[in-house]
């Protein structure tokens, strides 16, 4: 079966603007969850979304926004983008949530300028 | 929000070599879970643990729960250049979902 699918792959934004990633999950996976992955600081978490609603928030701006649709792909949006937003942004998706482990899309990478 | 410390940082050895990376924490969890991560792609998941005490094994690679739910260990033996990549440990706290991600081990095997 097809594995989780974020898109774009790359991404190179101005200090300002809004950027907007997708995530499509695995079929029959209800939860999905977002990551930010830097160098300095490790995988961050940043939410978690099951059945369209957020059911878990990490230590973001509110610059950093999520939502997930019926069909369990979400989005996640960042407003406002700052230099310190250039990152790995790693979607993850399970069936219940973290208990048992997920998995992982390929990333978007995210390069603010 | 508890913190998972890992140790090594960094490891470079020798092809054929044995090795152990080790997870830990103050804080009790209701499961572990050890990913590899390789350049450019999302982590893989390889194990997931939820008894204290508990043994498992993947190939070449042990994974160990304490027993009291606190640490965890990951050891490789005959270490082979496809080893090489960035293993990652990740707890989920006993009440809520969310995962906590020590910082990773990179490992390099140099053949």
């Known amino acids: 079966k097809a594995g989780v699918t974020q898109t774009p792959r790359y991404l190179i934004k101005t200090r300002g603007q809004q950027v907007t990633l997708s995530c499509s999950p695995i079929s029959g996976h209800r939860s999905v969850s977002w990551y930010q992955q830097t160098p300095g600081q490790g995988l961050q978490f940043l939410f978690e979304y099951f059945s369209e609603t957020q059911r878990n928030k990490g230590n973001f701006p509110g610059r950093f926004s999520g939502r997930q649709f019926s069909n369990s792909r979400s989005e996640m949006n960042v407003s406002t983008l700052e230099l310190g937003d250039s990152a790995l942004y790693l979607c993850?998706?399970?069936?219940?949530?973290?208990?048992?482990?997920?998995?992982f899309g390929s990333g978007t990478r995210l390069t603010v300028v | 929000t508890q913190l998972l410390e890992q140790s090594p940082q960094f490891l470079s050895i020798q092809e054929g070599e044995n090795l152990t990376v080790y997870c830990n924490s103050s804080s009790v969890f209701s499961s572990l879970q050890w990913y590899r991560q390789e350049p450019g792609e999302g982590p893989v998941l390889l194990v997931t643990v939820v008894t204290g005490g508990e043994v498992k094994k993947l190939k070449r690679l042990t994974f160990q729960f304490g027993d009291a739910r606190k640490d965890s260990s990951l050891h490789i033996t005959a270490a082979q250049p496809g080893d090489t990549g960035l293993y990652l440990c990740a707890a989920k706290e006993t009440s809520g979902s969310r995962l906590t991600f020590g910082e990773g081990t990179q490992l390099t095997v140099n053949p």
């Open positions: 993850a998706s399970s069936t219940e949530g973290a208990a048992l482990g997920y998995t």
